[in-house]
């Protein structure tokens, strides 16, 4: 079946701009994940979903990143007033069941944001 | 809080010679381990992951891992490297029952040169 699913793939912003990143995961897919990888490193945790509710933003980097999930399916990370240092590979994730750990995150193809 | 550390940044071996990327975690309970790979412009790949039981996992295209606990490692071998095999090689690290949804923490990833 089809996989995780990011779009736009590649976008260019001005710094100040606002951005939009959304995420199609697996169909059915409870949980939802969002990560930030930045040039050479390993993705970083933004947020989590399970099903519609947002249980963990711990990894956000300021107030300037929301996320949302409103029918728990589809996901949109916003960046507001981006940043050059926002410029990173955004990884969106998704796995069947709620916490339990052992379940496999699947992930997307990932946006690269450039902001100039 | 759990980290991951990665050996090497770069690793190269010849073709048909053996691969070990090296993985070190700590971690406050018993971890969940993952070995994922990523080829250019495409999401990460789990290559396999270790829950519990057998500590030597078996995953995809000839990759195995071990778990010691003893030495807090989750080295990742190939026997024989494929010109194929030359990509992005990350692991991660989950502690399940922490956090809503077992984030994963990643290593800084190992790019795997291969020489024909």
Redesign the interface.
């Known amino acids: 079946g089809a996989?995780?699913s990011q779009s736009p793939r590649y976008k260019v912003a001005k710094r100040g701009q606002d951005v939009a990143l959304r995420c199609d995961p697996i169909s059915g897919h409870v949980?939802l994940?969002w990560?930030q990888q930045a040039l050479?490193?390993?993705?970083?945790?933004l947020t989590?979903f399970?099903n519609e509710a947002q249980?963990?933003k711990s990894?956000l980097p300021s107030d300037r990143f929301f996320a949302e999930r409103p029918e728990g399916s589809v996901s949109t990370l916003k960046i507001q007033r981006t940043q050059q240092e926002d410029s990173a590979v955004y990884?969106c994730?998704s796995s069947p069941r709620?916490?339990?750990?052992?379940e496999?995150?699947?992930?997307?193809?990932?946006t690269r944001l450039l902001v100039l | 809080a759990q980290s991951?550390t990665?050996l090497g940044?770069h690793v190269s071996v010849s073709e048909g010679a053996l691969v070990l990327l090296r993985c070190n975690y700590s971690s406050s309970v018993p971890p969940?381990l993952f070995w994922?790979v990523q080829y250019p412009?495409?999401?990460?790949?789990?290559l396999l992951?270790y829950?519990t039981g057998a500590t030597l996992v078996k995953g995809i295209n000839g990759f195995e891992a071990e778990f010691k606990k003893s030495e807090t490692s989750f080295h990742l071998t190939k026997p024989s490297a494929h010109m194929s095999d030359a990509a992005e090689y990350?692991c991660?690290v989950?502690e399940?029952?922490l956090?809503?949804?077992?984030?994963?923490?990643?290593?800084?990833?190992t790019r795997l040169m291969v020489k024909p």
């Open positions: 996989g995780v949980s994940f990560y050479g490193q390993g993705p970083e945790f989590y399970q249980l963990d990894g990884l994730a709620t916490s339990g750990g052992v496999t995150q699947y992930f997307g193809p990932g | 991951v990665q940044s969940y994922y412009n495409q999401g990460l790949q789990l992951k829950t990350f991660a989950s399940p029952g956090r809503a949804g077992n984030m994963l923490t990643f290593g800084g990833g």
